[in-house]
């Protein structure tokens, strides 16, 4: 003899088999985490040098306590840094933010850092921070920092209008991560470069 369920019991166990074999949606790329506000006067944005100074990349020191200076600065256009943080065991008294996993690109709700990586760039008048796409090379290049001048030592990079730091946030646990964040995309030509 064969029975007859009701619609409502098909249908909530069709869902129910779907949802078991059915691979989960992806989330959108920004909306696993989101940022939160840092107090930028903690934070200094280095062009350190790799070698002999020919190139340099991105370093991000962050003063955590008051206990002793993590790094000094001396001049302008462009600003010199000490990073002192070297001189002593800074744990609990500073963070160093030195490659991608410390640090990475957010415009608004996206998390771009799979798609752009950030570039310390020298230019021959002035040492540039620069957002490159990795992916899609049509995409525009950003200016995101500069230091106002050449130099070969750690040199301040101060950024352009809009951008800032954020942290990155799971739920509401604050992450160690850093975002270099900014609201929206710049306009074109506002602050964009050519690689």
Same mark, same amino acid.
């Given at each position: 003899m064969v029975r007859f369920l009701p619609l409502a019991v098909v249908t909530a166990l069709t869902a129910a088999i779907t949802a078991a074999?059915?691979?989960? =949606? #992806? *989330?959108a790329q920004g909306s696993l985490f989101t940022a939160a506000?840092?107090?930028?006067?903690?934070?200094?944005?280095?062009?350190a040098p790799i070698g002999? $100074?020919?190139?340099?990349?991105?370093?991000? @020191?962050?003063? &955590?306590?008051?206990?002793? =200076?993590? @790094?000094?600065?001396? $001049?302008?256009? !462009?600003?010199?840094?000490?990073? #002192?943080?070297?001189?002593?065991?800074?744990? %609990?008294i500073c963070n160093r933010y030195i490659d991608g996993n410390g640090y990475s690109l957010r415009i608004g709700a996206d998390d771009l850092g799979t798609r752009y990586r950030l570039s310390v760039v020298k230019t021959g008048s002035?040492?540039?921070?620069?957002?490159? =796409?990795?992916?899609?090379?049509?995409?525009?290049? +950003?200016l995101?920092? &500069?230091? $106002? %001048? !050449? $130099?070969?030592?750690?040199?301040? #990079?101060?950024?352009?209008? %809009?951008?800032? +730091?954020? *942290? *990155?946030? @799971?739920g509401k646990k604050t992450l160690g991560h850093l975002y270099v964040f900014r609201e929206s995309w710049p306009d074109a030509g506002e602050a964009s470069t050519q690689p």
């Open positions: 074999v059915s691979p989960l =949606p #992806l *989330r506000p840092v107090e930028q006067s903690r934070f200094i944005l280095v062009a002999k $100074g020919e190139s340099a990349q991105l370093n991000i @020191y962050e003063q &955590r306590s008051s206990k002793r =200076p993590c @790094y000094s600065v001396s $001049g302008s256009a !462009p600003a010199v840094v000490n990073p #002192l943080l070297a001189t002593f065991d800074f744990t %609990g002035d040492v540039e921070l620069l957002a490159v =796409p990795t992916r899609d090379t049509s995409k525009p290049t +950003l995101i920092a &500069r230091t $106002g %001048g !050449p $130099g070969q030592d750690f040199l301040q #990079l101060v950024m352009e209008p %809009g951008w800032q +730091l954020m *942290r *990155r946030q @799971y």
